[in-house]
């Protein structure tokens, strides 16, 4: 089955700086790839997706990138906020006639520093 | 905001007892889906319906886990006979099935077994 690796596992940058995390995923057949950010006591929100056939989108500050050959993909926060601390999870879908069953990478918990 | 509704929030019970956990999805999406989330983890799937046909259920679904989706509305996730283990944020999202795309995930029932 599919497993999503993602690193790192904590980030700290100083507000106004860019920051980077990175997944890996291992099922060649997944071809959806949402990012996920996680509030303390709250669900994942979904901030910005990819679909294999998209080498790259970008939506205001945040963007994602995807090597299919790789089967790696990045998500990318510039200019970054207070309000980005969070922790933002990657995952990895087949998407099918029947649902689409993501699977999340571990984790990875950004503050940023004022 | 009719957003993915779950209840209760939080849930503290015996070891041995049944708790039931309740989630009302987005009214137009049919499709709902459960997960589970333990501390420092990325969400794991446990089951998905599609109106209220039960389509895919994960490994992770013991014998003592069942849920249901009567008419195709708001779905329950039962556990029998608690264990310490089953501790965890017990999650729902949901989706339309129109399109290719994220869930929306509800703020999570948190489930502390004594």
């Known amino acids: 089955g599919e497993n999503v690796e993602q690193h790192p596992s904590t980030l700290s940058v100083q507000e106004g700086d860019s920051a980077v995390i990175k997944c890996t995923y291992s099922?060649?057949?997944?071809?959806?790839f949402p990012w996920y950010k996680q509030e303390l006591g709250k669900g994942p929100q979904l901030i910005i997706d990819?679909?294999?056939?998209?080498g790259e989108k970008k939506d205001q500050r945040i963007a994602v990138t995807l090597n299919k050959t790789a089967k790696h993909f990045s998500l990318h926060i510039t200019e970054t906020q207070p309000e980005d601390s969070a922790v933002y999870f990657c995952?990895?879908?087949?998407?099918?006639?029947?649902?689409?069953?993501?699977?999340f990478g571990p984790g990875t918990r950004l503050s940023v520093l004022p | 905001d009719t957003g993915v509704s779950q209840d209760p929030r939080h849930k503290i019970t015996k070891r041995g007892q049944n708790v039931t956990f309740r989630c009302d999805p987005i009214?137009?999406?049919?499709?709902l889906y459960w997960y589970r989330q333990t501390l420092g983890q990325g969400p794991e799937f446990l089951t998905y319906?599609?109106?209220?046909?039960?389509?895919?259920k994960s490994r992770l679904l013991s014998d003592r886990f069942s849920a249901e989706r009567p008419k195709g509305s708001f779905s329950t996730l039962e556990i029998q006979r608690t264990e310490q283990g089953d501790s965890a944020m017990y999650l729902c999202?949901?989706?339309?099935?129109?399109?290719?795309?994220?869930?929306?995930f509800g703020s999570g029932t948190r489930l502390t077994v004594v």
């Open positions: 999202a949901s989706s339309f099935s129109g399109g290719i795309g994220g869930y929306t």
């Open positions: 099922d060649s057949a997944s071809n959806y």
């Open positions: 990819i679909r294999s056939n998209v």
């Open positions: 995952a990895a879908s087949r998407v099918g006639n029947y649902g689409q069953n993501f699977v």
């Open positions: 009214s137009e999406h049919n499709r």
């Open positions: 319906f599609q109106n209220e046909a039960q389509l895919e």
